[in-house]
């Protein structure tokens, strides 16, 4: 067992909750140069070539010890995470896989073999998703990212995600037959060993494409489930983008988009109604500043039908109109309460 990719998000996240529980699960064992582990641990940046030196240097860390691996494992996992915001551990990927299981039961059969797109899948996690929707039935699973693939930690999450499901497949909603499709998804030895993904995928079964929506390489009319969550607020060509995968789109398929509306500002929610941009070094340059009524518009002018499954919404005394920048100036009350959004669009059947 390598553990090296298991551990490196906690390498490169010193602040994160997992770390501290890292260091309290291995130090105890005895087994790895605790020392060691502390000091990268401390650290914000980790100089380059101690890394490479390290990753070179076995002596480190019992690559071999499964109980050093399972218990480490045991503690990270009694982190409490009812919102599923860690995304290095596997809580978060089975939370939202069984919502989308959830939500899509009236429109996806997993039996007939559906093809699943994750759409801004993300660089921590990114195989998650469409190895779930495989083992759940699905024929195949694609993955859009167009970011930078930080293949040590996709690798590391990807063996948490496969270690929990296969510690307890039925909190994913698997029976012991569904894992019966890993043998022709993932080559688990090759990822418990930390090789990399290319070698661990079965080819034809999950495809990663590196490209934005708008361009990416998908045959028309042949996807029968296309989830997001928190991106497309985030894609600035949104209207090229979401055509595009309406087009991909099988008649009768559905779309799943999970959409953060707020400001993504830790402090106020809606920051950016009463923010110029620019303002505070272009802090919301990579949100597109689109409302729950744009997203409908547009999804309707696809000829696609919307459901507006779930929103979260503020208190309208939180609205200040007098202070709102000229781009919200005209938006409905509904509109600029709404900082979440859930959203069932279905493409209609010829």
Not at 134 to 140: I, Q
Not at 303 to 319: F, G, K, N, Q, R
Request: with cysteine; net charge neutral; charged share 25%.
């Amino acid at each position: 067992m390598n553990l090296k990719p298991r551990i490196v998000y906690a390498l490169e996240n010193p602040g994160n909750a997992a770390a501290a529980i890292l260091r309290r699960a291995i130090g105890p064992l005895g087994e790895i140069s605790t020392g060691i582990i502390a000091w990268l641990l401390r650290r914000r940046g980790l100089d380059d070539a101690v890394w490479r030196a390290l990753r070179a240097d076995r002596r480190w860390t019992p690559y071999r010890n499964l109980a050093v691996a399972s218990e480490t494992m045991r503690r990270i996992r009694l982190i409490a995470d009812p919102l599923g915001e860690n995304r290095y551990l596997p809580h978060r990927w089975r939370m939202i896989f069984n919502e989308i299981r959830d939500f899509t039961s009236k429109d996806i059969d997993w039996r007939a073999g559906p093809t699943f797109l994750s759409f801004g899948a993300g660089d921590r996690n990114p195989i998650g998703l469409p190895l779930l929707a495989v083992l759940a039935g699905a024929a195949k699973g694609l993955v859009i990212e167009p970011g930078r693939l930080r293949t040590e930690v996709a690798t590391a999450t990807l063996q948490e995600t496969l270690w929990d499901v296969l510690r307890d497949p039925a909190a994913y909603g698997l029976t012991a037959a569904d894992l019966g499709r890993l043998r022709d998804t993932v080559d688990a030895d090759a990822l418990w060993r930390g090789e990399a993904l290319g070698d661990v995928l079965a080819k034809g079964r999950i495809e990663l494409m590196a490209t934005p929506g708008e361009s990416a390489a998908l045959e028309d009319g042949s996807i029968d489930l296309i989830y997001s969550r928190s991106v497309l607020e985030h894609v600035l060509q949104i209207e090229a983008a979401m055509a595009r995968l309406v087009r991909a789109l099988r008649p009768g398929g559905i779309m799943f988009h999970d959409i953060s509306l707020d400001a993504h500002d830790a402090h106020d929610p809606i920051s950016f109604y009463y923010a110029p941009r620019g303002q505070g070094g272009d802090a919301y340059a990579g949100l597109n500043f689109w409302r729950l009524s744009d997203y409908v518009t547009l999804f309707e002018s696809l000829e696609c039908s919307v459901e507006i499954a779930w929103t979260e919404t503020i208190a309208p005394s939180l609205i200040d109109r007098a202070r709102l920048v000229p781009r919200f100036a005209n938006r409905t009350d509904d509109d600029l309460r709404t900082t979440r959004a859930k959203l069932l669009v279905r493409k209609p059947r010829e």
